[in-house]
T-cell receptor
């Protein structure tokens, strides 16, 4: 049973518009979340993170929102660019060396 | 620039072969990890190591073993490869201790077992 769920396998967005990638988790004890980005033929790279003591974290065009009561987080990319086309993994760091990943969402940004 | 290097980009092996996947990091990290990535399943942890010669099972250790003889090197071993071990294998490292959240990944090894 997946503890971190990304229910949209893919998302297509026009260049310049907002991309919203969603992630749900089941364990209310999770308190640190990360987003990783993966291009083909490369390993995932860290993008942005958020601690459960916050509900928003922003880094340039990327913002992550956390709704603890709903056990939901989302990644917003504004404005979207063709170079953002990649697979995005949501992850929960559980402590004790363990990170649990979602299945990933493939983002296509059309020029 | 920090780097995690996996020795092979693609590997093709036969069922029953012993397979070694090698990973080296140059960041002086204590923690190293092996994940496999499968469509629809995301990344799943196979084994990790928090120190030289120390290893711990992850979520899917069956059919795998690991070796960490030096701090910078972490090897994944498939004792007798099977077709259900066809996958993308990703090595990662993180700093020190159990609270290091950020992982640094290698480029991956696509293993096909025929």
């Amino acid at each position: 049973d997946q503890q971190v769920k990304q229910n949209s396998p893919s998302l297509s967005v026009q260049e310049g518009r907002i991309s919203i990638l969603n992630c749900d988790y089941t364990n209310s004890m999770f308190d640190y979340f990360l987003w990783y980005k993966k291009y083909p033929a490369e390993g995932p790279t860290f993008l942005i993170s958020i601690s459960s003591i916050k509900d928003k974290n922003e880094d340039g065009r990327f913002t992550v929102f956390l709704n603890k009561s709903a056990k939901h987080l989302s990644l917003h990319i504004v404005p979207s660019q063709p170079g953002d086309s990649a697979v995005y993994f949501c992850a929960a760091f559980t402590g004790g060396f363990k990170t649990i990943f979602g299945a990933g969402t493939r983002l296509f940004v059309k020029a | 620039d920090v780097k995690v290097t996996q020795s092979s980009r693609y590997l093709v092996k036969r069922t029953g072969e012993k397979v070694f996947l090698e990973c080296v990091q140059d960041m002086d990290h204590e923690n190293m990890f092996w994940y496999r990535q499968d469509p629809g399943l995301g990344l799943r942890l196979i084994y990790f190591s928090y120190d030289v010669k120390m290893k711990e099972k992850g979520d899917i250790p069956e059919g795998y073993s690991v070796s960490r003889e030096k701090k910078e090197r972490f090897s994944l071993i498939l004792e007798s490869a099977s077709t259900n071990q066809t996958s993308m294998y990703l090595c990662a490292s993180s700093g020190q201790g159990a609270t290091e959240e950020k992982l640094f990944f290698g480029s991956g090894t696509q293993l096909s077992v025929l």
